[in-house]
């Protein structure tokens, strides 16, 4: 009997996002292992959030994606159910040696994810989110900046607060789709100083004072955001176009977020082909500003 080869491909991928994904501005040689990145990270986020399993199968599920995780990393051919994952991801470490503790980060994030929402425990404050984010965000934009041969504290830090921008720029996107599936990354600390109650978020209550919450938090992923956005003067030719254009996704949901006022609460805004124009001329700016 043959056994079925593994593929070394990932899928295209089909989820919704606010950022091109392995686009064809990304540099052609990269684009298989940003894909495979994209499919193991999204796979695992699916096994946290998607379908009607309980919290235990969802945590057994993450620890066996572990397992594989590091199974394939030393070598093992990828299992049937994850093969389409696993193969292209252990192509892409051998061939472009990626760092495995990143990977190993973004897992942990999923698991506290089921946690968190098993035991309805949220946020205390801002720094217990930031080190969410740290593993759960951040590993993306160092794995990139790997494939790409960009190092130094400098790059990393800016690529750390875009990728922690964006990551708080779905969370106040997707209020509407998270409160009702007993998740959310309101911090209960910018709650309190906002005076805004419980009872009224978990009923998505636009209020004045939830509309000032999520003001304030949108304004804080804003400032994230611009404080990483010179990396992109960094990276070069098609790369450093993609990351404009990942940077003005991030500000466009958050401006969409902003002109809501609050009733992010009760619906999703999203990025369509009315705000290509827009980013792109803000990409180019953005080009225009280094020339400067």
Same mark, same amino acid.
């Given at each position: 009997?043959?056994?079925?080869?593994?593929? *070394?491909?990932?899928?295209?991928? *089909?989820?919704?996002?606010?950022?091109?994904?392995? &686009?064809?501005?990304?540099?052609?040689?990269?684009?298989?292992?940003?894909?495979?990145?994209?499919?193991?990270?999204?796979? @695992?986020?699916?096994? @946290?959030?998607?379908?009607?399993?309980?919290?235990?199968?969802?945590?057994?599920?993450?620890?066996?994606?572990?397992?594989?995780?590091?199974?394939?990393?030393?070598?093992?051919?990828?299992?049937?159910?994850?093969?389409?994952?696993?193969?292209?991801?252990?192509?892409?470490?051998?061939?472009?040696?990626?760092?495995?503790?990143? !990977?190993?980060?973004?897992?942990?994030?999923?698991?506290?994810?089921?946690?968190?929402?098993?035991?309805?425990?949220?946020? @205390?404050?801002?720094?217990?989110?930031?080190?969410?984010?740290?593993?759960?965000?951040?590993?993306?934009?160092?794995?990139?900046?790997?494939?790409?041969?960009?190092?130094?504290? &400098?790059?990393?830090?800016?690529?750390?607060?875009?990728?922690?921008?964006?990551?708080?720029?779905?969370?106040?996107?997707?209020?509407?789709?998270?409160?009702?599936?007993?998740?959310?990354?309101?911090?209960?600390?910018?709650? &309190?100083?906002?005076?805004?109650?419980?009872?009224?978020?978990?009923?998505?209550?636009?209020?004045?004072?939830?509309?000032?919450?999520?003001?304030?938090?949108?304004a804080w992923a804003r400032r994230l955001m611009l404080e990483g956005a010179p990396l992109v003067h960094q990276l070069p030719g098609r790369a450093g176009w993609e990351l404009r254009l990942v940077v003005q996704g991030g500000l466009r949901i958050l401006d969409k977020v902003d002109a809501l006022r609050g009733a &992010?609460?009760?619906?999703?805004?999203?990025?369509?082909?009315?705000?290509?124009?827009?980013? !792109?001329?803000? @990409?180019?700016?953005?080009?225009?500003?280094?020339?400067?």
């Amino acid at each position: 009997m043959n056994t079925p080869a593994v593929p *070394t491909t990932a899928a295209a991928v *089909t989820h919704y996002e606010n950022f091109p994904v392995a &686009s064809w501005l990304c540099p052609p040689a990269l684009r298989p292992p940003i894909a495979a990145i994209y499919a193991f990270a999204r796979t @695992a986020d699916d096994i @946290a959030d998607e379908g009607d399993a309980t919290p235990a199968e969802r945590l057994a599920d993450l620890q066996a994606y572990a397992t594989e995780l590091h199974a394939v990393v030393a070598g093992a051919t990828p299992v049937p159910r994850w093969a389409s994952v696993f193969g292209p991801l252990q192509h892409a470490l051998r061939t472009h040696q990626l760092p495995v503790p990143l !990977l190993a980060d973004l897992l942990s994030a999923f698991v506290q994810d089921v946690e968190k929402t098993r035991d309805a425990t949220g946020y @205390a404050d801002r720094a217990e989110l930031l080190d969410y984010c740290r593993r759960s965000a951040n590993p993306v934009g160092r794995l990139l900046l790997h494939l790409y041969g960009v190092q130094g504290p &400098s790059a990393l830090a800016q690529s750390d607060a875009i990728c922690t921008a964006l990551q708080l720029a779905n969370f106040w996107q997707d209020l509407s789709v998270d409160i009702p599936r007993g998740r959310h990354y309101l911090p209960r600390s910018d709650c &309190s100083a906002h005076q805004a109650h419980p009872a009224d978020l978990a009923a998505r209550q636009c209020t004045p004072e939830n509309a000032r919450l999520i003001l304030d938090l949108s304004a804080w992923a804003r400032r994230l955001m611009l404080e990483g956005a010179p990396l992109v003067h960094q990276l070069p030719g098609r790369a450093g176009w993609e990351l404009r254009l990942v940077v003005q996704g991030g500000l466009r949901i958050l401006d969409k977020v902003d002109a809501l006022r609050g009733a &992010s609460l009760t619906t999703r805004p999203v990025i369509g082909l009315g705000d290509a124009a827009l980013m !792109l001329g803000r @990409a180019l700016a953005m080009r225009r500003q280094r020339r400067a």
